[in-house]
């Protein structure tokens, strides 16, 4: 097993409940994201909420996010701090972006809104352009790019905005196989440029987010029971299944993946 | 190519169809270009664009003060009832404007801008409510209070389409300024001259007439397009 240390709670989901009317969408949802210490490296976390379509992981995601208010509980980061719109970085599964600016002024103005990159706005983003390859893009607007290219940016654009906290909805939706090995990368990228930094992965899609998460948490009904709630949470790390390339052929990842569709 | 054929045919149709009482293509080239040459007909004109310009610009910043407001739950229901005076008509208003204002520009142009700022407040306001809920949210993500979401989501975002509202109720108001003017002819106007021209039923000058307001219309149509798209490129990928 990969040698590594959990310690301080990121992020924690206390009794999150939502409910419209009388449906009830979410019900007592806990759950904890530890920060992951390996030794000799930055190290991330990258953690999955897997769901069907449907059972109300979009509501956990805006809940998580701070754009939702839920109907009970709280969501808590960095010790007792209550999570509120701004906190985390949000990619939408459109990748939206302002239409009117051009990507380098939707940059700029997410760097402006980071006081640790205070007069350093310019080098930050030429630097992250660089390392994401859009550089030759930046004088561009959103129409005019690929939506690999959009989900960059937008990916970007929370980083510079001092988010250590990404949240992902749906990222590997509609693309192909090899963009979606080109995203996974892109992913894994992220969750190791930075020791705080951490992707919590909103996706149907079981095999993808697995192959990159350290943890995977299972959105679903109980039987005879209204609303989801977290049903197992799958440590990755302790069956020896993250941070491995090629992970997806391995036996135990095929069982892994088996076990969370019988899950949902 | 298929634009010359059509305006031949319809030429063609015209020519042939007109009797003594419609006048002849021909005839109304003439008195086009005779018109042209008057010092008469520029100075109408100039009267004409300038309260057009003027009425324009008074009412896009009523619009724009009470559409920007419109997301305050007090001016909201001022803005709905900003949309529903497009049902008042202008002819029954006079009097009380004659009252309320000092001479005829300020009349003409009060009437201007009472008559093309509900359809300046419909166009936004429909504007404002089509706004994709997800800009709202990413500048929430970003961390931006109601003021900046305001200024870029509504205020820089929809710059253009403010733009864009301001060229199709061109039409509006080019269509308005000659009714006006044949309200209060006190100072001319290309609306004076129509209804001149038509009391001496010299009907060649009036379509003469109307062909310069249709092609003046189309020019500002153009004009206003090509500013819109040099102001934002971003609309050329839209």
Redesign the interface.
Known sequence: MTVCTKTTTLLQAENIGLQYDDKIILRDINFCIRDIHRPGMQQGQVVSLIGRSGIGKTQLFRILSGLQQPTNGNVFINGRQQVKAGDMGVIFQNYYLFEWRTIYQSLMMSAKQNQLLKGEEKQYIEKYAADFHLKEHLQKYPQQLSGGQRQRVSIIQQLLKGSKFLLLDEPFSGLDVCMLDKVSDLLLQVSTSDEQNTLIIVSHDISTAVAISDTVFILGNEEGQPGAIIKREIDLIERDLAWQRDIKSNPAFIKTVEEIKSCL | MLIAIQVAITLLVWQTASNGLIPKPGNVAAAFTRLLATKQFWDNMLVSLGLTLKAMLYSIIITLVFAYLSVLPFFKSIAQFMVKCRYLTLTGLIFIFTLLTRNGSELKLSLLVFGIVPFFVTSFLSVITSI?K??Y??C?????NNWQTLY?VII??K??QVFEILRQNFAISWLMITMVEGLSMSEGGIGTLLIKYNKYNDITVVVALQMVIFLTGLCFDWLLGSIRKWL???TK??
Not at chain 2, 140 to 144: E, F, R
């Open positions: 994709n997800q800009e949210d990413l929430k993500t970003l961390g931006y870029e820089v975002g710059a253009d934002f490129p971003y990928y839209k």
